[in-house]
């Protein structure tokens, strides 16, 4: 391995390692909200209250040396300025001065998204996919690195408005926390008996720097040419299987490709396999297509999560992986 591969795979491990020593039992979906984090992309979860997302949120902020967090609470008033900022008069300098919203963070929890006005949520598009807010005319770059991470609850949908194609299909990933077992959850209870909450002594392990070197380094893992033409058309059988209406689209291609590089850069690994794709196929993928009404009705039926791995077994079935051997150049 290279030194800067070396360095990423530590920044990584370290980062991995203090979000697990107060997120109790849930190392694969916090290694795969690092996942985004390595890609520039953000997550949504989709899960119900009380299971941590805004302790995972603050603790990554925290991981980070000097980053800023910020909690967006979404309801039906809440205004697009109230997310991005605005332009107010100042009686001292007889000027508009900008005053940034909680957008402009290092880590933005956007907590039950879909209680926002869809202009609201249309207000976050520009900074989820470009990294920048556009207000009375003056473009404004984010602070990076840059991360949103938005909560919705499947329980509850009155007085609700459901994200759009569009904007589902800016999240990187799709997933959920889950209630904790046992015994995670018992220990938890211990956790707590603490006169601080865990994160009162969450201390940084990481500098913006190097999470932007590990950004980097994930571009450097290797692809092979016959699995990059395997992820392409995995996320082009969406297009061509029985219960999707709608297929997914070529940002989730792109999406799919890099998440598998950040994947495999967590794993240690500087070349990625098919297994990574198989893992990483619903929470990048699920979530851009539009499923049939009978496929839904079937879910409802059967439990989503048993209808999403028919879903997926349907893709890999009309394009099987291919056989590379160790996903690596001879």
């Known amino acids: ?12 491990s370290r980062f991995l390692e203090n979000l697990e020593s107060v997120i109790r039992g849930k190392h694969e979906e916090i290694k795969l909200v690092l996942a985004a984090l390595a890609c520039k992309g953000h997550v949504l979860f989709e899960d119900v209250p009380g ?5 995972l949120a603050r603790a990554i902020a925290r991981s980070v040396e000097g980053a800023k967090h910020a909690r967006i609470q979404c309801t039906p008033d809440l205004q697009p300025t109230d997310v991005t900022g605005l332009s107010v008069y100042n009686q001292h300098t007889r000027d508009f001065e900008f005053r940034p919203g909680p957008i402009f963070a290092n880590t933005v929890l956007v907590d039950e998204i879909n209680r926002a006005m869809p ?17 009375d005319g003056v473009t404004r770059p984010l602070i990076q690195p840059f991360m949103l991470l938005a909560t919705e609850n499947p329980v509850e949908y009155e007085g609700t408005f459901p994200l759009p194609e569009a904007q589902l299909d800016r999240f990187f990933v ?7 077992s046992l ?3 018992f220990q938890i209870v211990l956790d707590q008996q603490a006169e601080h909450h865990p994160l009162a002594g969450l201390g940084s392990v990481v500098s913006t720097a190097e999470v932007t070197q590990l950004q980097d380094a994930v571009r450097a893992v290797y692809v092979d040419e016959l699995l990059r033409r395997w992820i392409v058309e995995l996320v082009r059988s969406t297009r061509e299987v029985e219960m999707c209406a709608i297929g997914a689209s070529v940002r989730g291609t792109l999406a799919l490709e890099r998440a598998a590089r950040a994947w495999a850069l967590l794993d240690g690994r500087e070349f990625v396999v098919s297994d990574d794709v198989e893992h990483l196929f619903l929470p990048v993928i699920a979530h851009r297509v539009g499923f ?5 009705a079937q879910a409802r039926r059967t439990g989503w999560e048993d209808a ?6 349907a893709c890999l079935r009309l394009v099987p992986a291919p056989e590379v051997r160790r996903g ?3």
């Open 328 to 330: 690596q150049p001879a």
């Open 308 to 313: 999403l791995t028919d879903f997926r077994d």
């Open 119 to 135: 202009k609201t949520q249309s207000a976050l598009l520009e900074a989820m996919a470009e990294q920048q807010v556009t207000v």
């Open 1 to 12: 391995m290279s030194g800067s591969t070396d360095a990423a795979i530590d920044v990584a």
């Open 183 to 185: 015994e995670d959850e």
């Open 51 to 55: 299971t941590a997302k805004t302790v």
């Open 174 to 180: 799709k997933t959920a926390l889950g209630y904790p």
């Open 292 to 296: 049939r009404p009978a496929f839904r």
